[in-house]
């Protein structure tokens, strides 16, 4: 493990962010990160705030006065990753979703109460989906060998079989509460007690069964009582909510019933399930004032022992044996420093009770493992099953500001900063920690756990969580954090294999996320940097491409033939004539008919493709330089073929409405620029199309190429917004020191440098990524920007027509590549 960077709190005169206690934190799959602190004013009055942050902008970070009233005890993601539930100590309950569907935007709607009853675990209701990890099977080549559904029920479900929303919280008075949210937006509350005899409960954890239940497992903190279990069953009756709640059996700590530890750790700290969706597992942390002891328990059926004056009256065979459900202790460790803090992976690796040999072997992997943090500042990365220790992380490194030099600074002494707050990402690959001064700390964690692998089984662990991410659709931000400019080009390669390998239909489903996957690898490498303009450019041509094919309509509405889309795909893809008129007159050109205001609507759409055919042909005769944007299109016969179609289109819209053609600057007002660019578009499609033989363009077509800059005017295109991110500037055993509500001055590194030359330079006049409209140097209007790619787009849809909105529609929740949006000050750069 090692620091990738550090954020704090700068000093204000009247206020400060102290951290909360107790300290919650969590982050999600889209890799945001919630964690609460106390705003303190001069008057000693507190403020609960709770912060948002994505990973790759943790300096802009959105703090909301979450109007508790008192300390903030839980956070807990939904499975989304765009929701989030807080949870205090008066017992009340928020629901925060995002306003605008931006990241750094967020508004409490809905909530619950149960007055006067601090809440001490909390979750969401489980939707039924559960993918296994099978890294065993990495190596396998269909997707459906390495992740697997496995068969599992939701918590409640509505008519039809669909999941319904909602929460579960336990409350310290032994109390368990479930919140439904109704499709109307009603929510539909009930509380229970988890058993007649209701007690203190200073610790508790919920997890799920396969079979739609919920399991409670509670602690009043004392390790000399036992630690309880309870199954618990929501159903709606009449309109109501109700629960059923079953004592399941319970379990004594294995350091208590030693003699000579008795009394040695006498509470327990905590109290975790090893998975949301694994009730089977749980950790049990006991401490002392100055160490601690961590236990591993699992629940298994035995069978029960039948008496043998039993067994010659009705003897006992095979199935019929009466089994019992029994806790049974894993693993234990020696006496350890004072635990502050547990993080639980969230990869669902499957791993049974009989696995422990795993740990014993040479397969160290991410997800096999838990964090431990201790108060002299160390983590540690654990086995799950076994408790061996895997990774371990020294906070004795001081990281160097991203605005100053590295300076020495002096040993401080009193208490050791160690983390309150822990959580690892969902590839288990980083980890964030929020210490008792109330600084936030990356780390990395190898996937090879600090033993030694080769370079070929690296990249296949990385490999492994790429194509994970690629099929649950979860941010691979934390994957990035290991990929060295070296492995780019192989990794690339590899996911691209891997990717074809597949069927037909998933690789239209994946078809976009692998783009946005590649874009962002190739960020990493000045070697391949120049395809990240591609990989974008093929993402907006393919949106480009299903939208203006989905305004086409079929004269007839009963008509059985192909969707006009289909029809102008085959006609283009049969008649190879260089003509543009000869391919429109076989198509039915009603079907292309659009209301005027609309056409004109989609110009700026319409430009963008006509100049960039024009680019890539103007680009030809310079193909053997990979480093310049569009190479890989001239080489790419469904793009080409795509690009064909929709200038044919274009053609047809031109005869309807002039205006709205893309406007080129030629040396001569006779000539037809349209018919000229997909003459020469046509000829180097033949070349390189799918169905036919490919070959290399001749000499003709690219002395032709070369005229092209002399007969018209070629545009210089915005490939790239630009990207203030981390992860391409972040560089091994050098942390940053970052400031919260500060942008820093983050160093370039070497694949940053080239990709400047292909973005607009700082004071030139700014661009809408996805409508295509310039903005000016100076925005008035409000932006918002991508967190994953920095495509910036304008918070308002300045137009109004039907077409305009079907496109914007399209990025309401997420970017082109799939990221989160974030809104941006007016003077972004």
């Given at each position: 493990m090692d620091l990738a960077y550090v954020c704090e709190w700068e000093r204000w005169p009247k206020s400060t962010h102290c951290p909360s206690v107790p300290l919650a934190c969590a982050w999600s799959c889209r890799n945001l990160i919630a964690f609460t602190t106390d705003l303190r004013n001069d008057d000693q009055d507190l403020t609960r705030m709770i912060h948002i942050l994505d990973t790759e902008h943790p300096w802009d970070v959105h703090s909301v006065n979450s109007e508790h009233s008192e300390a903030i005890t839980c956070l807990e993601w939904d499975q989304s990753g765009s929701r989030l539930l807080s949870a205090d100590a008066d017992g009340q309950i928020k629901c925060w979703s995002m306003a605008d569907h931006l990241a750094n935007s967020w508004e409490s709607h809905v909530g619950s109460l149960v007055e006067g009853d601090p809440i001490v675990a909390l979750s969401w209701l489980h939707n039924g989906v559960k993918l296994a990890l099978h890294v065993e099977k990495s190596g396998a080549s269909s997707f459906g060998e390495k992740f697997s559904r496995v068969k599992f029920s939701p918590s409640l479900t509505l008519f039809g079989g669909k999941p319904m929303e909602g929460w579960i919280a336990v409350t310290v008075?032994?109390?368990?509460?479930?919140?439904?949210?109704?499709?109307?937006?009603?929510?539909?509350?009930?509380?229970?007690?988890?058993?007649?005899?209701?007690?203190?409960?200073?610790?508790?954890?919920?997890?799920?069964?396969?079979?739609?239940?919920?399991?409670?497992?509670?602690?009043?903190?004392?390790?000399?009582?036992p630690v309880q279990f309870y199954k618990v069953c929501v159903s709606v009756v009449s309109e109501k909510c109700r629960?059923?709640?079953?004592?399941?059996?319970?379990?004594?700590?294995?350091?208590?019933?030693?003699?000579?530890?008795?009394?040695?750790?006498?509470?327990?700290?905590?109290?975790?399930?090893?998975?949301?969706?694994?009730?089977?597992?749980?950790?049990?942390?006991?401490?002392?004032?100055?160490?601690?002891?961590v236990e591993c328990w699992s629940l298994r059926k035995e069978g029960l022992p039948v008496n043998n004056v039993f067994q010659q009256i009705s003897p006992v065979v095979g199935d019929k044996q009466p089994m019992i459900l029994k806790w049974r202790i894993l693993s234990a460790t020696n006496d350890l420093d004072r635990v502050s803090a547990v993080a639980l992976p969230k990869l669902p690796i499957s791993l049974t009770n009989t696995d422990l040999k795993v740990a014993s072997d040479t397969q160290f992997y991410p997800g096999l493992g838990l964090a431990l943090a201790f108060h002299d500042g160390s983590v540690h990365i654990v086995h799950r099953l076994s408790l061996q220790s895997m990774a371990v992380f020294y906070s004795s490194a001081t990281p160097r500001s991203a605005d100053e030099p590295a300076i020495k600074r002096p040993r401080t002494t009193g208490p050791a900063v160690h983390f309150k707050a822990m959580q690892l990402s969902w590839t288990s690959l980083a980890l964030v920690g929020i210490d008792n001064h109330g600084k936030l700390s990356m780390l990395r964690i190898s996937p090879s756990m600090g033993h030694t692998l080769d370079v070929s089984l690296a990249l296949r662990h990385l490999l492994f969580l790429l194509e994970y991410c690629m099929v649950t659709g979860y941010d691979w931000w934390d994957t990035l954090l290991h990929v060295q400019p070296g492995m780019v080009q192989s990794l690339v390669e590899k996911l691209h294999e891997e990717y074809t390998r597949q069927n037909a239909a998933l690789q239209q489903v994946l078809s976009t996320r692998i783009l946005a996957m590649k874009a962002s690898l190739c960020k990493l490498s000045p070697c391949t940097v120049a395809r990240v303009c591609d990989y974008h450019a093929k993402l907006f041509l393919v949106a480009v491409s299903s939208t203006l094919k989905s305004l086409l309509r079929p004269h007839f509405l009963n008509t059985p033939d192909k969707s006009p889309g289909d029809r102008l795909t085959e006609v283009c893809t049969k008649i190879t004539d260089a003509d543009i008129d000869k391919v429109m007159i076989n198509l039915k050109t009603e079907e292309f008919v659009l209301d005027m205001n609309t056409l004109q609507a989609l110009q700026q759409l319409l430009q963008w493709v006509g100049d960039f055919v024009l680019y890539l042909?103007?680009?030809?005769?310079?193909?053997?330089?990979?480093?310049?944007?569009?190479?890989?299109?001239l080489r790419d016969g469904t793009s080409l073929g795509m690009l064909r179609e929709l200038m044919v289109v274009i053609r047809i819209w031109g005869l309807l409405k002039p205006s709205c053609l893309p406007v080129y600057t030629a040396t001569s007002d006779t000539q037809d620029s349209m018919s000229l660019l997909f003459r020469l578009l046509t000829k180097l499609w033949i070349c390189c199309r799918d169905e036919g033989p490919t070959s290399e363009p001749?000499?003709?077509?690219?002395?032709?190429?070369?005229?092209?800059?002399?007969?018209?005017?070629?545009?210089?295109l915005d490939w790239l917004p630009v990207s203030d991110g981390l992860v391409s500037r972040l560089q091994p055993k050098q942390p940053l020191r970052l400031h919260f509500g500060r942008a820093p001055t983050l160093p370039a590194s070497a694949s940053t440098l080239q990709l400047d030359g292909l973005v607009r330079a700082p004071g030139q006049p700014k661009i809408d990524h996805l409508r295509r409209l310039h903005l000016g140097a100076y925005p008035t209007e409000e932006c918002k920007a991508c967190t994953r790619c920095g495509c910036v787009t304008m918070l308002r849809s300045p137009n109004k027509t039907t077409a305009v909105k079907q496109w914007e529609q399209r990025w309401i929740k997420n970017c082109l590549c799939g990221g989160l949006w974030r809104r941006v000050p007016l003077s972004y750069p």
């Amino acid at each position: 493990m090692d620091l990738a960077y550090v954020c704090e709190w700068e000093r204000w005169p009247k206020s400060t962010h102290c951290p909360s206690v107790p300290l919650a934190c969590a982050w999600s799959c889209r890799n945001l990160i919630a964690f609460t602190t106390d705003l303190r004013n001069d008057d000693q009055d507190l403020t609960r705030m709770i912060h948002i942050l994505d990973t790759e902008h943790p300096w802009d970070v959105h703090s909301v006065n979450s109007e508790h009233s008192e300390a903030i005890t839980c956070l807990e993601w939904d499975q989304s990753g765009s929701r989030l539930l807080s949870a205090d100590a008066d017992g009340q309950i928020k629901c925060w979703s995002m306003a605008d569907h931006l990241a750094n935007s967020w508004e409490s709607h809905v909530g619950s109460l149960v007055e006067g009853d601090p809440i001490v675990a909390l979750s969401w209701l489980h939707n039924g989906v559960k993918l296994a990890l099978h890294v065993e099977k990495s190596g396998a080549s269909s997707f459906g060998e390495k992740f697997s559904r496995v068969k599992f029920s939701p918590s409640l479900t509505l008519f039809g079989g669909k999941p319904m929303e909602g929460w579960i919280a336990v409350t310290v008075s032994g109390l368990v509460t479930v919140s439904l949210l109704k499709p109307s937006g009603q929510v539909l509350t009930s509380t229970e007690s988890l058993c007649r005899l209701r007690g203190r409960v200073a610790l508790a954890d919920i997890a799920f069964t396969g079979g739609g239940n919920i399991v409670v497992a509670t602690a009043d903190g004392s390790s000399a009582s036992p630690v309880q279990f309870y199954k618990v069953c929501v159903s709606v009756v009449s309109e109501k909510c109700r629960i059923d709640t079953e004592i399941l059996p319970s379990l004594f700590m294995r350091c208590t019933t030693d003699l000579n530890r008795k009394d040695k750790f006498p509470a327990i700290t905590h109290l975790k399930f090893l998975a949301r969706d694994m009730s089977e597992q749980v950790l049990l942390c006991a401490s002392s004032q100055m160490s601690s002891i961590v236990e591993c328990w699992s629940l298994r059926k035995e069978g029960l022992p039948v008496n043998n004056v039993f067994q010659q009256i009705s003897p006992v065979v095979g199935d019929k044996q009466p089994m019992i459900l029994k806790w049974r202790i894993l693993s234990a460790t020696n006496d350890l420093d004072r635990v502050s803090a547990v993080a639980l992976p969230k990869l669902p690796i499957s791993l049974t009770n009989t696995d422990l040999k795993v740990a014993s072997d040479t397969q160290f992997y991410p997800g096999l493992g838990l964090a431990l943090a201790f108060h002299d500042g160390s983590v540690h990365i654990v086995h799950r099953l076994s408790l061996q220790s895997m990774a371990v992380f020294y906070s004795s490194a001081t990281p160097r500001s991203a605005d100053e030099p590295a300076i020495k600074r002096p040993r401080t002494t009193g208490p050791a900063v160690h983390f309150k707050a822990m959580q690892l990402s969902w590839t288990s690959l980083a980890l964030v920690g929020i210490d008792n001064h109330g600084k936030l700390s990356m780390l990395r964690i190898s996937p090879s756990m600090g033993h030694t692998l080769d370079v070929s089984l690296a990249l296949r662990h990385l490999l492994f969580l790429l194509e994970y991410c690629m099929v649950t659709g979860y941010d691979w931000w934390d994957t990035l954090l290991h990929v060295q400019p070296g492995m780019v080009q192989s990794l690339v390669e590899k996911l691209h294999e891997e990717y074809t390998r597949q069927n037909a239909a998933l690789q239209q489903v994946l078809s976009t996320r692998i783009l946005a996957m590649k874009a962002s690898l190739c960020k990493l490498s000045p070697c391949t940097v120049a395809r990240v303009c591609d990989y974008h450019a093929k993402l907006f041509l393919v949106a480009v491409s299903s939208t203006l094919k989905s305004l086409l309509r079929p004269h007839f509405l009963n008509t059985p033939d192909k969707s006009p889309g289909d029809r102008l795909t085959e006609v283009c893809t049969k008649i190879t004539d260089a003509d543009i008129d000869k391919v429109m007159i076989n198509l039915k050109t009603e079907e292309f008919v659009l209301d005027m205001n609309t056409l004109q609507a989609l110009q700026q759409l319409l430009q963008w493709v006509g100049d960039f055919v024009l680019y890539l042909l103007a680009s030809l005769p310079n193909q053997g330089s990979p480093l310049r944007p569009g190479h890989s299109f001239l080489r790419d016969g469904t793009s080409l073929g795509m690009l064909r179609e929709l200038m044919v289109v274009i053609r047809i819209w031109g005869l309807l409405k002039p205006s709205c053609l893309p406007v080129y600057t030629a040396t001569s007002d006779t000539q037809d620029s349209m018919s000229l660019l997909f003459r020469l578009l046509t000829k180097l499609w033949i070349c390189c199309r799918d169905e036919g033989p490919t070959s290399e363009p001749d000499e003709a077509l690219v002395d032709e190429c070369c005229l092209l800059p002399s007969q018209l005017l070629i545009p210089s295109l915005d490939w790239l917004p630009v990207s203030d991110g981390l992860v391409s500037r972040l560089q091994p055993k050098q942390p940053l020191r970052l400031h919260f509500g500060r942008a820093p001055t983050l160093p370039a590194s070497a694949s940053t440098l080239q990709l400047d030359g292909l973005v607009r330079a700082p004071g030139q006049p700014k661009i809408d990524h996805l409508r295509r409209l310039h903005l000016g140097a100076y925005p008035t209007e409000e932006c918002k920007a991508c967190t994953r790619c920095g495509c910036v787009t304008m918070l308002r849809s300045p137009n109004k027509t039907t077409a305009v909105k079907q496109w914007e529609q399209r990025w309401i929740k997420n970017c082109l590549c799939g990221g989160l949006w974030r809104r941006v000050p007016l003077s972004y750069p």
